[in-house]
């Protein structure tokens, strides 16, 4: 078996249907406009201070009305720990998730893409808050994406699990401010054990190259007393 083909790719197509179109994996659901809306302003203030050293920017009380917004929010916000609960009686994780999330603003995000092939796909570039080496994506944020895109591979691939070994050969720099492309694909299964591959390419250039052992297991839901997720797609 080629390393890049799925492990039955048959298989994948009577799980999935004949025919269909690529979806983003698993749909995020939509939820108050408004709440996007400030996630995004805040990736654009994330992005900015990224890029505020040795900057021109007069920042007199700029930390001022930063800080009066953040402590309006704060005032408004469920703690912590009571966010862990609500973030379980919704949509789960899809929504907070760190690399897609649309309520999350360390997250990019990535958008993902479901193909034909059973494999999960998506662009992104990636700009100076993702820093590692000079001009080059910080391996930790790579290993962060795959380690996530892998998980959805593996439900686009019905499969789930935790991650129980994860690992990565950097082949190249990873080059920020230009679109990357990131694929992850089920590579085998065996009774609870998924073995998913992923890659990291800029343009035909391979950068990253990952592989993670996956277990099915679940784990107790914050705030539900008895409850297990089974972390396939952030529901129960
Ligand atoms: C739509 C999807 C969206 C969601 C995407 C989310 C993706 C995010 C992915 C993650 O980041 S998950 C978070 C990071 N992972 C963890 O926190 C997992 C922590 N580890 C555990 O909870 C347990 O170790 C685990 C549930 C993974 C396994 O514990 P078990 O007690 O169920 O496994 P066990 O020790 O019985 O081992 C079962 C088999 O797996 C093998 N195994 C376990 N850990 C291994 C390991 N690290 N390396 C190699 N093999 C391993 C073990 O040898 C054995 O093989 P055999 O059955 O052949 O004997």
Redesign the pocket.
């Known amino acids: 078996m080629r390393d890049d083909e799925l492990f039955s790719f048959e298989d994948a197509r009577q799980r999935l249907g004949e025919s269909f179109d690529p979806l983003p994996?698993?749909a995020i659901p939509p939820a108050d406009p408004d709440l996007d809306r400030v996630v995004v302003e805040l990736r654009r203030l994330r992005d900015a201070s990224a890029a505020l050293a040795m900057s021109e920017v007069e920042l007199g009380d700029i930390a001022d009305r930063l800080g009066e917004v953040a402590s309006l929010l704060e005032s408004r916000v469920a703690g912590p720990a009571d966010r862990l609960e609500t973030m379980w009686k919704g949509a789960?994780?899809?929504r907070s998730?760190p690399?897609s999330g649309p309520e999350n603003p360390i997250a990019p995000p990535v958008d993902f893409v479901g193909c034909d092939d059973g494999s999960v796909m998506a662009t992104v570039t990636l700009g100076p808050a993702y820093q590692g080496p000079p001009g080059c994506v910080h391996g930790g944020i790579s290993a962060l994406i795959i380690?996530?895109?892998?998980?959805?591979a593996?439900?686009?691939g019905g499969r789930?699990?935790?991650?129980?070994?994860?690992e990565l050969d950097y082949r190249s720099p990873t080059p920020l401010l230009q679109p990357l492309t990131f694929r992850c694909w089920v590579h085998e299964v065996?009774?609870?054990?998924t073995w998913t591959h992923g890659t990291i390419h800029a343009g035909d250039r391979l950068c990253v190259e990952a592989r993670?052992?996956?277990?099915?297991?679940s784990?107790p839901v914050p705030g539900q007393p008895g409850t297990r997720s089974t972390?396939?797609?952030?529901s129960q």
């Not at 380690?147 to 959805?152: E, K, N, Q, T, Y």
């Not at 065996?190 to 054990?193: A, E, I, L, S, V």
């Open positions: 994996v698993p789960g994780t899809r998730n690399v380690d996530h895109m892998m998980g959805l593996n439900h686009w789930y699990g935790m991650t129980a070994h994860y065996d009774g609870r054990k993670g052992l996956f277990l099915e297991a784990v972390v396939a797609d952030g």
